[in-house]
C-alpha cells in the first residue's frame, strides 16, 4: 500500500517549493471534490497530498475600479452562485453556478480545482470562456496571467506547468448591453454530467447581434469556443430567427464529442446544435424583455 502524506502550506511559494522537491508524487486539493473520487478510482496516486485551504489563496469575490471582476481561485462555486457581485456583473453567471451537480458540491468544490481538473464535461469552463475570463497563475518563475482559452489542452489535461497553482480568476469589463445565458442538456438526474452545455453571451447595438460569443462543454477533448458560428450571428438583426438557426447549425461541423453512456457522438452533435439554438433564442428573449421593460 502508498502511504499517502497530507501537508498545508502557509504561502503559495511554500507550495510552489514543495510541488518542485516533490514532483510526480505531490498533488494539490483545494476542496477536493474531483481528487477524492480520482483518489478512490486510482486514477491518481501521489504520495503527498498538499492542501490550499492555508496557502493565502483568497476565497474573494469583488469588482474592481475598473469593472473588471476578480474571483480568489479558492471561492467555492456556491459562493460565486450567491455573490451579488456576480449578479450585478452578470446575471447569468450566477445562474450558472447555481446547474453546477449539487449544492453539497457546490459548496465544497472551488473554482480553481474545477479549471485545473480540466473536465471537459463541467459548467464553468465553457461560461468563463464566453466571459473571456483569464486567469492568474504562480509557479516557479513568479506569476503569470493566461486567457482561459490557452489553459485547456486535451481530455483532463491543461498546460499549466508541474509547479503551477492558479490564484485567482478574472474577468474582464462587460460590454454596454450585453447579456449571458448557460443552458445544459442533462437527461438523467440534475447533479449528472451534461450530454452538452452551452454558453451564449453577447451585447446587442442598434437592435443587431454584437460581441457574440459561444462556448460548449462536453463538446470535445476541451471546452471549445465555436467562432464561426460567432462570426455567422454578429451584424445579423436581433428578431431574425432563422439566422440564429443558420449560426446554430454550424456548430455540428466545429465539435468532436466523445460517445458514452449519454449518448453516441452524433447524438451528442445534434444535441449541441439544438441546445445552441435554444440558448440564443433564450438570450434574444432576454434582451427583448429587458427592452419592453
Known amino acids: 500500500m502508498i502511504s499517502l502524506d497530507y501537508v498545508e502550506p502557509e504561502s503559495v511559494q511554500e507550495t510552489v517549493g514543495l510541488l518542485e522537491q516533490h514532483g510526480e508524487d505531490a498533488h494539490l486539493i483545494a476542496g477536493g471534490t474531483s481528487v477524492v473520487l480520482m483518489l478512490k478510482q486510482q486514477l491518481i496516486s501521489p504520495t503527498l497530498l498538499i492542501g490550499l485551504g492555508r496557502a493565502g489563496i483568497h476565497n474573494g469575490i469583488r469588482m474592481t475600479r475598473d469593472g473588471c471582476v476578480e ?19 452578470a446575471n447569468g453567471l450566477a445562474e450558472a453556478f447555481g446547474h453546477i451537480a449539487t449544492v453539497r458540491v457546490r459548496n465544497q468544490g472551488t473554482i480553481g480545482g474545477n479549471l485545473a481538473h480540466a473536465d471537459p464535461a463541467q459548467d464553468p469552463p465553457p461560461v468563463l470562456l464566453a466571459l473571456d475570463a483569464t486567469v492568474r497563475v504562480t509557479g516557479s518563475d513568479g506569476g503569470r496571467t493566461m486567457p482561459i482559452s490557452s489553459l485547456f489542452v486535451d481530455y483532463y489535461e491543461t498546460s499549466l506547468q508541474p509547479t503551477d497553482v492558479i490564484t485567482a480568476v478574472e ?10 445565458v448557460y443552458l445544459k442538456y442533462v437527461p438523467r438526474s440534475q447533479d449528472d454530467y451534461a450530454t452538452t452545455g452551452v454558453a451564449v453571451s453577447a451585447a446587442f447595438a442598434a437592435g443587431r447581434w454584437a460581441d457574440v460569443r459561444i462556448a460548449l462543454s462536453a463538446a470535445g477533448p476541451v471546452p471549445m469556443r465555436i467562432g464561426t458560428a460567432e462570426t455567422a450571428l454578429d451584424g445579423t438583426d436581433a428578431d431574425d430567427s432563422a439566422a440564429v438557426r443558420r449560426a446554430a447549425e454550424i456548430v455540428a461541423d466545429e465539435v468532436d464529442p466523445l460517445a458514452d453512456m449519454r449518448g453516441s457522438a452524433d447524438y451528442k452533435r445534434e444535441m449541441a446544435v439544438v441546445w ?10 432576454r434582451r427583448g424583455e429587458e427592452m419592453r421593460g
Open 276 to 285: 445552441t439554438r435554444r440558448a440564443l433564442l433564450q438570450l434574444a428573449t
Open 71 to 89: 474571483i480568489g481561485a479558492l471561492a467555492s462555486h456556491r459562493e460565486v452562485e450567491l455573490s451579488r457581485t456576480i449578479a450585478d456583473y
Open 171 to 180: 474577468l474582464p469589463p462587460r460590454p454596454a448591453n450585453s447579456h449571458l
